[in-house]
């Protein structure tokens, strides 16, 4: 069945540092994949996309990555603050469907 | 511009009994989604609407879920009767077309006693 893991422990970095989030997946084929931001309390937030056929996409200090054969996308926050603390979700979608299956999240913890 | 809306943000009823939640999209949003997101994990889609058309309601349990679209904006999901194990957050999302970015809700979250 089809498989999604983020990381499964909360990563605490201090601030300053580039945050480096993973989302493997397994008996799966996206066309594209999404990054979401969640804060306590609050729905999703989109961040960025990429599609399979794209190796890296950035947006100001965020940077995303996708190896469609090590099935894995890896999300980069560079130069990270305490205001990035919040928990990421990876969605991957097929075809046009629109339809996306979600990781579980991984929190992250900026310190100052 | 106003986001997805929700009503109500918090809902406390006991087993068995009937809940309904409301969802008003973003204009012009043709899709919609509702998710149900269980703590510590990510949503997971119930049923995905295009226009008033329900595309994929394949992970909603039927017996006791339902939903309806009706003209094509406003959504409402009900669940009756309510199980203990139903307590969750449900979360409304409605994207420009089908593949792109989802706009989410604040959700509603739901607990059953």
């Known amino acids: 069945s089809q498989k999604i893991e983020q990381n499964s422990e909360a990563l605490n970095i201090q601030e300053g540092k580039t945050a480096t989030l993973t989302c493997n997946y397994t008996?799966?084929?996206?066309?594209?994949l999404q990054w979401y931001r969640q804060d306590p309390g609050r729905g999703p937030v989109f961040l960025l996309l990429?599609?399979?056929?794209?190796k890296e996409k950035r947006k100001e200090r965020l940077k995303v990555t996708f190896d469609t054969t090590l099935k894995q996308s890896l999300f980069h926050i560079t130069a990270s603050q305490p205001a990035d603390s919040a928990t990421y979700l990876c969605?991957?979608?097929?075809?046009?469907?629109?339809?996306?299956?979600f990781g579980q999240g991984t929190t992250l913890q900026v310190k100052p | 511009e106003a986001g997805v809306v929700q009503s109500p943000r918090y809902k406390i009823i006991e087993k068995k009994q009937p809940v309904a939640f409301w969802c008003n999209p973003i204009?012009?949003?043709?899709?919609l989604y509702w998710y149900l997101q269980n703590l510590g994990q990510g949503p997971e889609l119930l049923i995905r609407?295009?226009?008033?058309?329900?595309?994929?309601d394949s992970q909603l349990p039927k017996d006791r879920f339902s939903a309806e679209r009706l003209k094509g904006v406003d959504s409402t999901l009900k669940i009756q009767p309510a199980e203990l194990g139903d307590s969750a957050v449900y979360l409304c999302?409605?994207?420009?077309?089908?593949?792109?970015?989802?706009?989410f809700g604040p959700g509603t979250r739901l607990t059953v006693l």
């Open positions: 999302a409605t994207s420009e077309g089908r593949a792109g970015e989802q706009f």
């Open positions: 008996n799966y084929s996206p066309a594209y």
């Open positions: 990429i599609r399979e056929n794209e």
């Open positions: 969605g991957l979608g097929s075809g046009n469907t629109g339809k996306l299956i």
């Open positions: 204009s012009g949003h043709n899709t």
């Open positions: 609407y295009e226009n008033e058309e329900a595309v994929d």
